[in-house]
T-cell receptor, first 114, second 111 residues
Framework: GNSVTQMEGPVTLSEEAFLTINCTYT??????LFWYVQYPGEGLQLLLK?????DKGSNKGFEATYRKETTSFHLEKGSVQVSDSAVYFC?????????????FGKGTKLTVNP | DADVTQTPRNRITKTGKRIMLECSQT?????MYWYRQDPGLGLRLIYY???????NKGEISDGYSVSRQAQAKFSLSLESAIPNQTALYFC??????????FGPGTRLTVL
């Protein structure tokens, strides 16, 4: 079945460091791909998305490119801030059976220290 | 006002009790979802609904039931709560553009 695998955390970085959180997927067809962010004590928020191969989603300095050849959607940010500390979830849309629902990875906790 | 609201935000109950978690949305979306979040397991889909007359089981529906009272309301019930249902529960909505909007969550503890 469809699935998402993301790098295990936790990830701890210093402010202004470069961030990469790896995400790979297994899917039939051509799913849309998403990154969600969960700040402490809150629900998930959509961070960015890409709907087809080679699309790049971007938001708040974060970027991810839909790579069909490597079935990947890695999240990157050039210079992280303390306020980026959160849990990040990679997800894909599962459209099997005529319905659409999200399949999530297990999440990666990021802590950014001053 | 928040687009997706959940009540209660926190609940402690005892084994065997019936519990209802409620979700309301003002986004006008037809699609609504219930997830549970457990540490290290990510989010798992319990039930989803694509309109008022459509209810579908997700990957972990056993022990849960839902009711779609209106386009804007989708409630989750635990008929007889057990301790391994202790988790953080999220309601979400979406439209055809894809991506989901999440509520703030309900933290449920079953003793």
């Amino acid at each position: 079945g469809n699935s998402v695998t993301q790098m295990e955390g936790p990830v701890t970085l210093s402010e202004e460091a470069f961030l990469t959180i790896n995400c790979t997927y297994t899917a039939t067809g051509y799913p849309s791909l998403f990154w969600y962010v969960q700040y402490p004590g809150e629900g998930l928020q959509l961070l960015l998305k890409a709907t087809k191969a080679d699309d790049k989603g971007s938001n708040k300095g974060f970027e991810a490119t839909y790579r069909k050849e490597t079935t990947s959607f890695h999240l990157e940010k050039g210079s992280v801030q303390v306020s980026d500390s959160a849990v990040y979830f990679c997800a894909l849309s599962d459209r099997r059976g005529g319905s659409e629902k999200l399949v999530f990875g297990k999440g990666t906790k990021l802590t950014v220290n001053p | 006002d928040a687009d997706v609201t959940q009540t209660p935000r926190n609940r402690i109950t005892k084994t065997g009790k019936r519990i209802m978690l409620e979700c309301s949305q003002t986004k006008g979306h037809d699609r609504m979802y219930w997830y549970r979040q457990d540490p290290g397991l990510g989010l798992r889909l319990i039930y989803y609904s694509f309109d008022v007359k459509d209810i579908n089981k997700g990957e972990i529906s056993d022990g849960y039931s839902v009711s779609r009272q209106a386009q804007a309301k989708f409630s989750l019930s635990l008929e007889s709560a057990i301790p391994n249902q202790t988790a953080l529960y999220f309601c979400a909505t979406s439209d055809l553009a894809g991506g989901e909007f999440f509520g703030p969550g309900t933290r449920l503890t079953v003793l």
